[in-house]
């Protein structure tokens, strides 16, 4: 693909994550601008950079860019790739819990040709997942670990008034599907959507988040087990300056960046 210039949609973490990376020379594209809900918001964002991009409304965006990268939450998705596709431009998708409320994204990128990109986040070993479903699987199950801090706010405890506060001991809060799981805690499992998504889908895998007071750390793990024998990953996450978002997810962005122009892939 010859990409030359992306288009960042959303201010928060991820985009700062973006710029810093072209700025340092990390990234060799040009980002042609940058979008959000809240135009004075996002002025005040690009300030902060050296040579900052400029703000433009999203169908100029779109038109400017060869790859749009949604950074500003599930809300958005939706709209978002029906004009990103429509100008026949690609699109990362950050926010991979709204692909299972929007299914037909997936379907229209394959009916489009545009690339729909799912970046690993704060998750990893899906290449080992998507291996092993390729055969017979027996179960998926990812527990999830997190400070309270980090699962505050969330619509599931918000719904069933569960408070966190005070919390003394590891207390598990949600156990279902990932489907639920995304619903429930939007800002926090986008990783349970890309494990279902990567194997048999957000009804059969299981999901559990637990709260644990003291920890420092957003914890994973994922166990898989089926024809080819058992696969066990433990991720652990430093939190970036959102302790919803851990630092690995940024990270793991820039790398979504550069593969999509990489000839050389490594790994499933």
Do not use: W
């Not at 997936?106 to 690993?120: A, D, W």
């Not at 505050?152 to 918000?158: I, K, R, S, T």
């Amino acid at each position: 693909m010859a990409l030359k210039s992306i288009g960042i949609v959303g201010c928060g973490i991820i985009g700062q994550a973006l710029l810093k990376a072209v700025e340092s020379g990390k990234l060799s594209f040009r980002i042609a601008g940058v979008t959000s809900r809240t135009e004075k918001s996002a002025r005040e964002f690009l300030s902060n950079f050296r040579n900052p991009p400029p703000y433009l409304a999203l169908r100029e965006l779109i038109a400017a860019s060869d790859l749009i990268i949604e950074a500003a939450g599930g809300s958005v998705v939706q709209s978002l790739a029906e004009e990103v596709f429509a100008a026949g431009k690609d699109l990362m998708v950050i926010s991979a819990g709204a692909l299972l409320d929007h299914p037909e994204i997936i379907e229209k990128s394959r009916q489009t040709g545009c690339r729909l990109y799912v970046p690993s986040g704060a998750i990893a070993g899906l290449d080992g997942i998507k291996s092993a479903c390729a055969g017979e699987i027996t179960h998926v199950t990812m527990t999830t670990r997190k400070p309270p801090k980090g699962l505050e706010g969330a619509p599931y405890l918000v719904q069933r008034g569960i408070s966190l506060a005070g919390l003394t001991e590891e207390k598990e809060v949600f156990s279902g599907s990932a489907r639920e799981a995304c619903k429930g805690f939007p800002a926090n499992v986008n990783v349970s959507a890309a494990v279902s998504l990567a194997g048999i889908g957000p009804d059969r895998t299981r999901i559990r988040i637990l709260a644990v007071p003291g920890l420092q750390r957003n914890c994973h793990d994922i166990e898989i087990e089926g024809e080819f024998g058992r696969l066990h990953i433990h991720i652990e996450n430093v939190p970036s300056e959102n302790p919803k978002t851990g630092k690995l997810t940024a990270l793991s962005i820039i790398r979504s960046v550069q593969d999509v122009v990489d000839p050389v892939r490594i790994g499933t």
